[in-house]
Nanobody
Framework: QVQLVESGGGLVQAGDSLRLSCTAS????????MGWFRQTPGKDHEFVAA????????YYADSAKGRFTISRDNANYTVYLQMNSLKPEDTAVYYC???????????????????WGQGTQVTVSS
């Protein structure tokens, strides 16, 4: 069982930045590709960004390219999502998710992720 705990959400103004963190419980979080998704009321989870288990490869939704950066600190089992130039349409609950160890590919598909965090609210005011 892997527990994922997100933090870093909040209320900001358009143009501001936030950094989300997602920490996995102990070594069970190691060697897993990680992703960030977001969800707004009444809609399905939307892919935002993903990073493979080594951190060498990163993937972004078009809406995130150029503004968001995903990174990971494997020594501390933590994944980050740096969000810059935030827009009101970025308002959502952001979730981190983990794949099975060493699995790669299908990063955009939420059903490929085995574990999910509880989510952290990001609200961007105009």
């Amino acid at each position: 069982q892997v527990q994922l705990v997100e933090s870093g959400g909040g209320l900001v103004q358009a143009g501001d930045s936030l950094r989300l963190s997602c920490t996995a419980s102990g070594r069970t979080g190691a060697n897993r590709a990680m992703g960030w998704f977001r969800q707004t009321p009444g809609k399905d989870h939307e892919f935002v960004a993903a990073i493979n288990w080594s951190g060498e490869n990163k993937y972004y939704a078009d809406s995130a390219k150029g503004r968001f950066t995903i990174s990971r600190d494997n020594a501390n089992y933590t994944v980050y999502l740096q969000m810059n130039s935030l827009k009101p349409e970025d308002t959502a609950v952001y979730y981190c998710a983990a794949m099975t160890p060493y699995y790669h590919g299908d990063y955009f598909i939420k059903t490929k992720y085995t574990y999910w965090g509880q989510g952290t609210q990001v609200t961007v005011s105009s």
